[in-house]
């Protein structure tokens, strides 16, 4: 009784008819590159397939240290992630491995004589940039002083530090509250990145977001319910001093009537 419907049951699944699993990218490439190298076997003699190379379409933005348990490094690191108002070691990193790139670059240019037009251009470039983040001063005009640069310049030129040590905030990290939430602007730009490396010409421009309740914009969430809230109470309490005024003229009127 049960010969055809097993009969019907084998024949569903004989090879055939199964549906072929979907290719990714990478088996795709593999599959068109044989099908070439078998329709034509003399174009590449000496090899099978076809190289297929993969690109990162994008470069690190930090270095971990090689000695995680470093008691040194930890302490120090620790303090500056306090001190500044970092979210996590990471963004100290990443600031590391700027300087560490921008060190490495001063210091393939001093290998340089002092005429080569290439340490000349690429030297003057660097210095101001250096100048325009105010990362140096304009008198120290010289390579070797970028190899001097530290961590604590960089995060000296943060967003966040400006904006701590100019007093719109209350501490570091209230700082970073006001950035994130989108009060402060630099010039006309919002800002909300608490890395942001400010200009020496943009520092002065650093003030509350026109659309902020700090900056006299529409007041928030909370003061708005207040305000709806008091506005309510004081018409509550408009119209009970009404009726009770009402109420003592229609008694004086009852009691003083001539007839």
């Given at each position: ?19 072929k ?8 490439f593999?599959s068109?590159a044989?099908?070439?190298n ?12 076809v ?23 930890l302490?120090?690191?620790l303090?500056?992630?306090?001190e ?9 990193w ?29 030297g ?16 120290h005009n ?6 001097a ?20 905030a209350k ?9 994130r939430?989108?009060?402060i ?27 902020s ?8 969430r ?15 309490f ?11 003229f ?10």
């Amino acid at each position: 009784m049960f010969g055809p419907r097993l009969a019907s049951t084998q024949n569903h699944l004989k090879p055939s008819s199964l549906k072929k699993p979907k290719q990714n990218v990478t088996q795709f490439f593999y599959s068109q590159a044989r099908e070439i190298n078998e329709e034509q076997p003399s174009a590449r003699p000496n090899s099978t397939m076809v190289h297929v190379s993969f690109y990162r379409n994008y470069g690190k933005t930090f270095k971990k240290p090689r000695r995680p348990y470093e008691k040194e490094r930890l302490d120090a690191e620790l303090k500056l992630v306090g001190e500044y108002g970092l979210r996590c070691k990471r963004e100290l990193w990443r600031v590391k491995y700027a300087l560490s790139r921008i060190r490495n670059n001063a210091r393939n240019l001093l290998t340089l004589d002092e005429k080569n037009p290439r340490r000349i251009f690429e030297g003057e470039a660097l210095l101001r940039r250096m100048f325009r983040y105010g990362l140096l001063d304009e008198t120290h005009n010289k390579l070797d002083y970028v190899l001097a640069l530290t961590v604590e310049n960089f995060l000296e030129r943060r967003l966040q530090t400006l904006v701590f040590k100019s007093g719109m905030a209350k501490s570091i990290h209230h700082a970073r509250v006001l950035i994130r939430q989108r009060h402060i602007r630099v010039g006309r730009q919002v800002v909300n990145i608490p890395s942001f490396m400010v200009r020496v010409d943009s520092q002065k421009h650093i003030d509350f977001s026109l659309t902020s309740p700090l900056g006299g914009g529409r007041p928030g969430r909370v003061k708005r319910k207040n305000l709806k809230a008091a506005a309510k109470n004081l018409i509550i309490f408009i119209i009970t001093i009404s009726l009770i005024d009402l109420h003592h003229f229609h008694h004086h009127y009852q009691s003083h009537r001539p007839w």
